[in-house]
Nanobody, 119 residues
Framework: QLQLVESGGGLVQPGGSLRLSCATSGTLDTYTIGWFRQAPGKEREGVSCANNNDGSTHYADSVKGRFTLSRDNAKNTFYLQMNSLKPEDTAVYYC?????????????WGKGTLVTVSS
């Protein structure tokens, strides 16, 4: 059972930046990786996902140009760099991995880290 632990959340002012990290308990290089978020009163949504089979990376329209997904297989860790943060980015952010492709029902999930964007 692969375990994932997020870190890096917190309170940031609008326009600020945060980098979320997701440390995994196993070898990361064979997994598709992704970040999801759930804002208060809303359903969980996909933020970014990178397919391991073809190397493609996808972003939600709301974060394109501001967020960047990356991975460090040597450290079994992947990241979400978030720039130009907006209040509407406030949510609990979850990292997840899949043994196949990007999908809403990923195979393994972290417990989440809260990001609050507010002045």
């Amino acid at each position: 059972q692969l375990q994932l632990v997020e870190s890096g959340g917190g309170l940031v002012q609008p326009g600020g930046s945060l980098r979320l990290s997701c440390a995994t308990s196993g070898t990361l290089d064979t997994y598709t990786i992704g970040w999801f978020r759930q804002a208060p009163g809303k359903e969980r949504e996909g933020v970014s996902c990178a397919n391991n089979n073809d190397g493609s990376t996808h972003y939600a329209d709301s974060v394109k140009g501001r967020f960047t997904l990356s991975r460090d297989n040597a450290k079994n860790t992947f990241y979400l760099q978030m720039n130009s943060l907006k209040p509407e980015d406030t949510a609990v952010y979850y990292c997840a991995v899949s043994e196949s492709i990007c999908k809403y029902g990923m195979d393994y999930w972290g417990k989440g880290t809260l990001v609050t964007v507010s002045s």
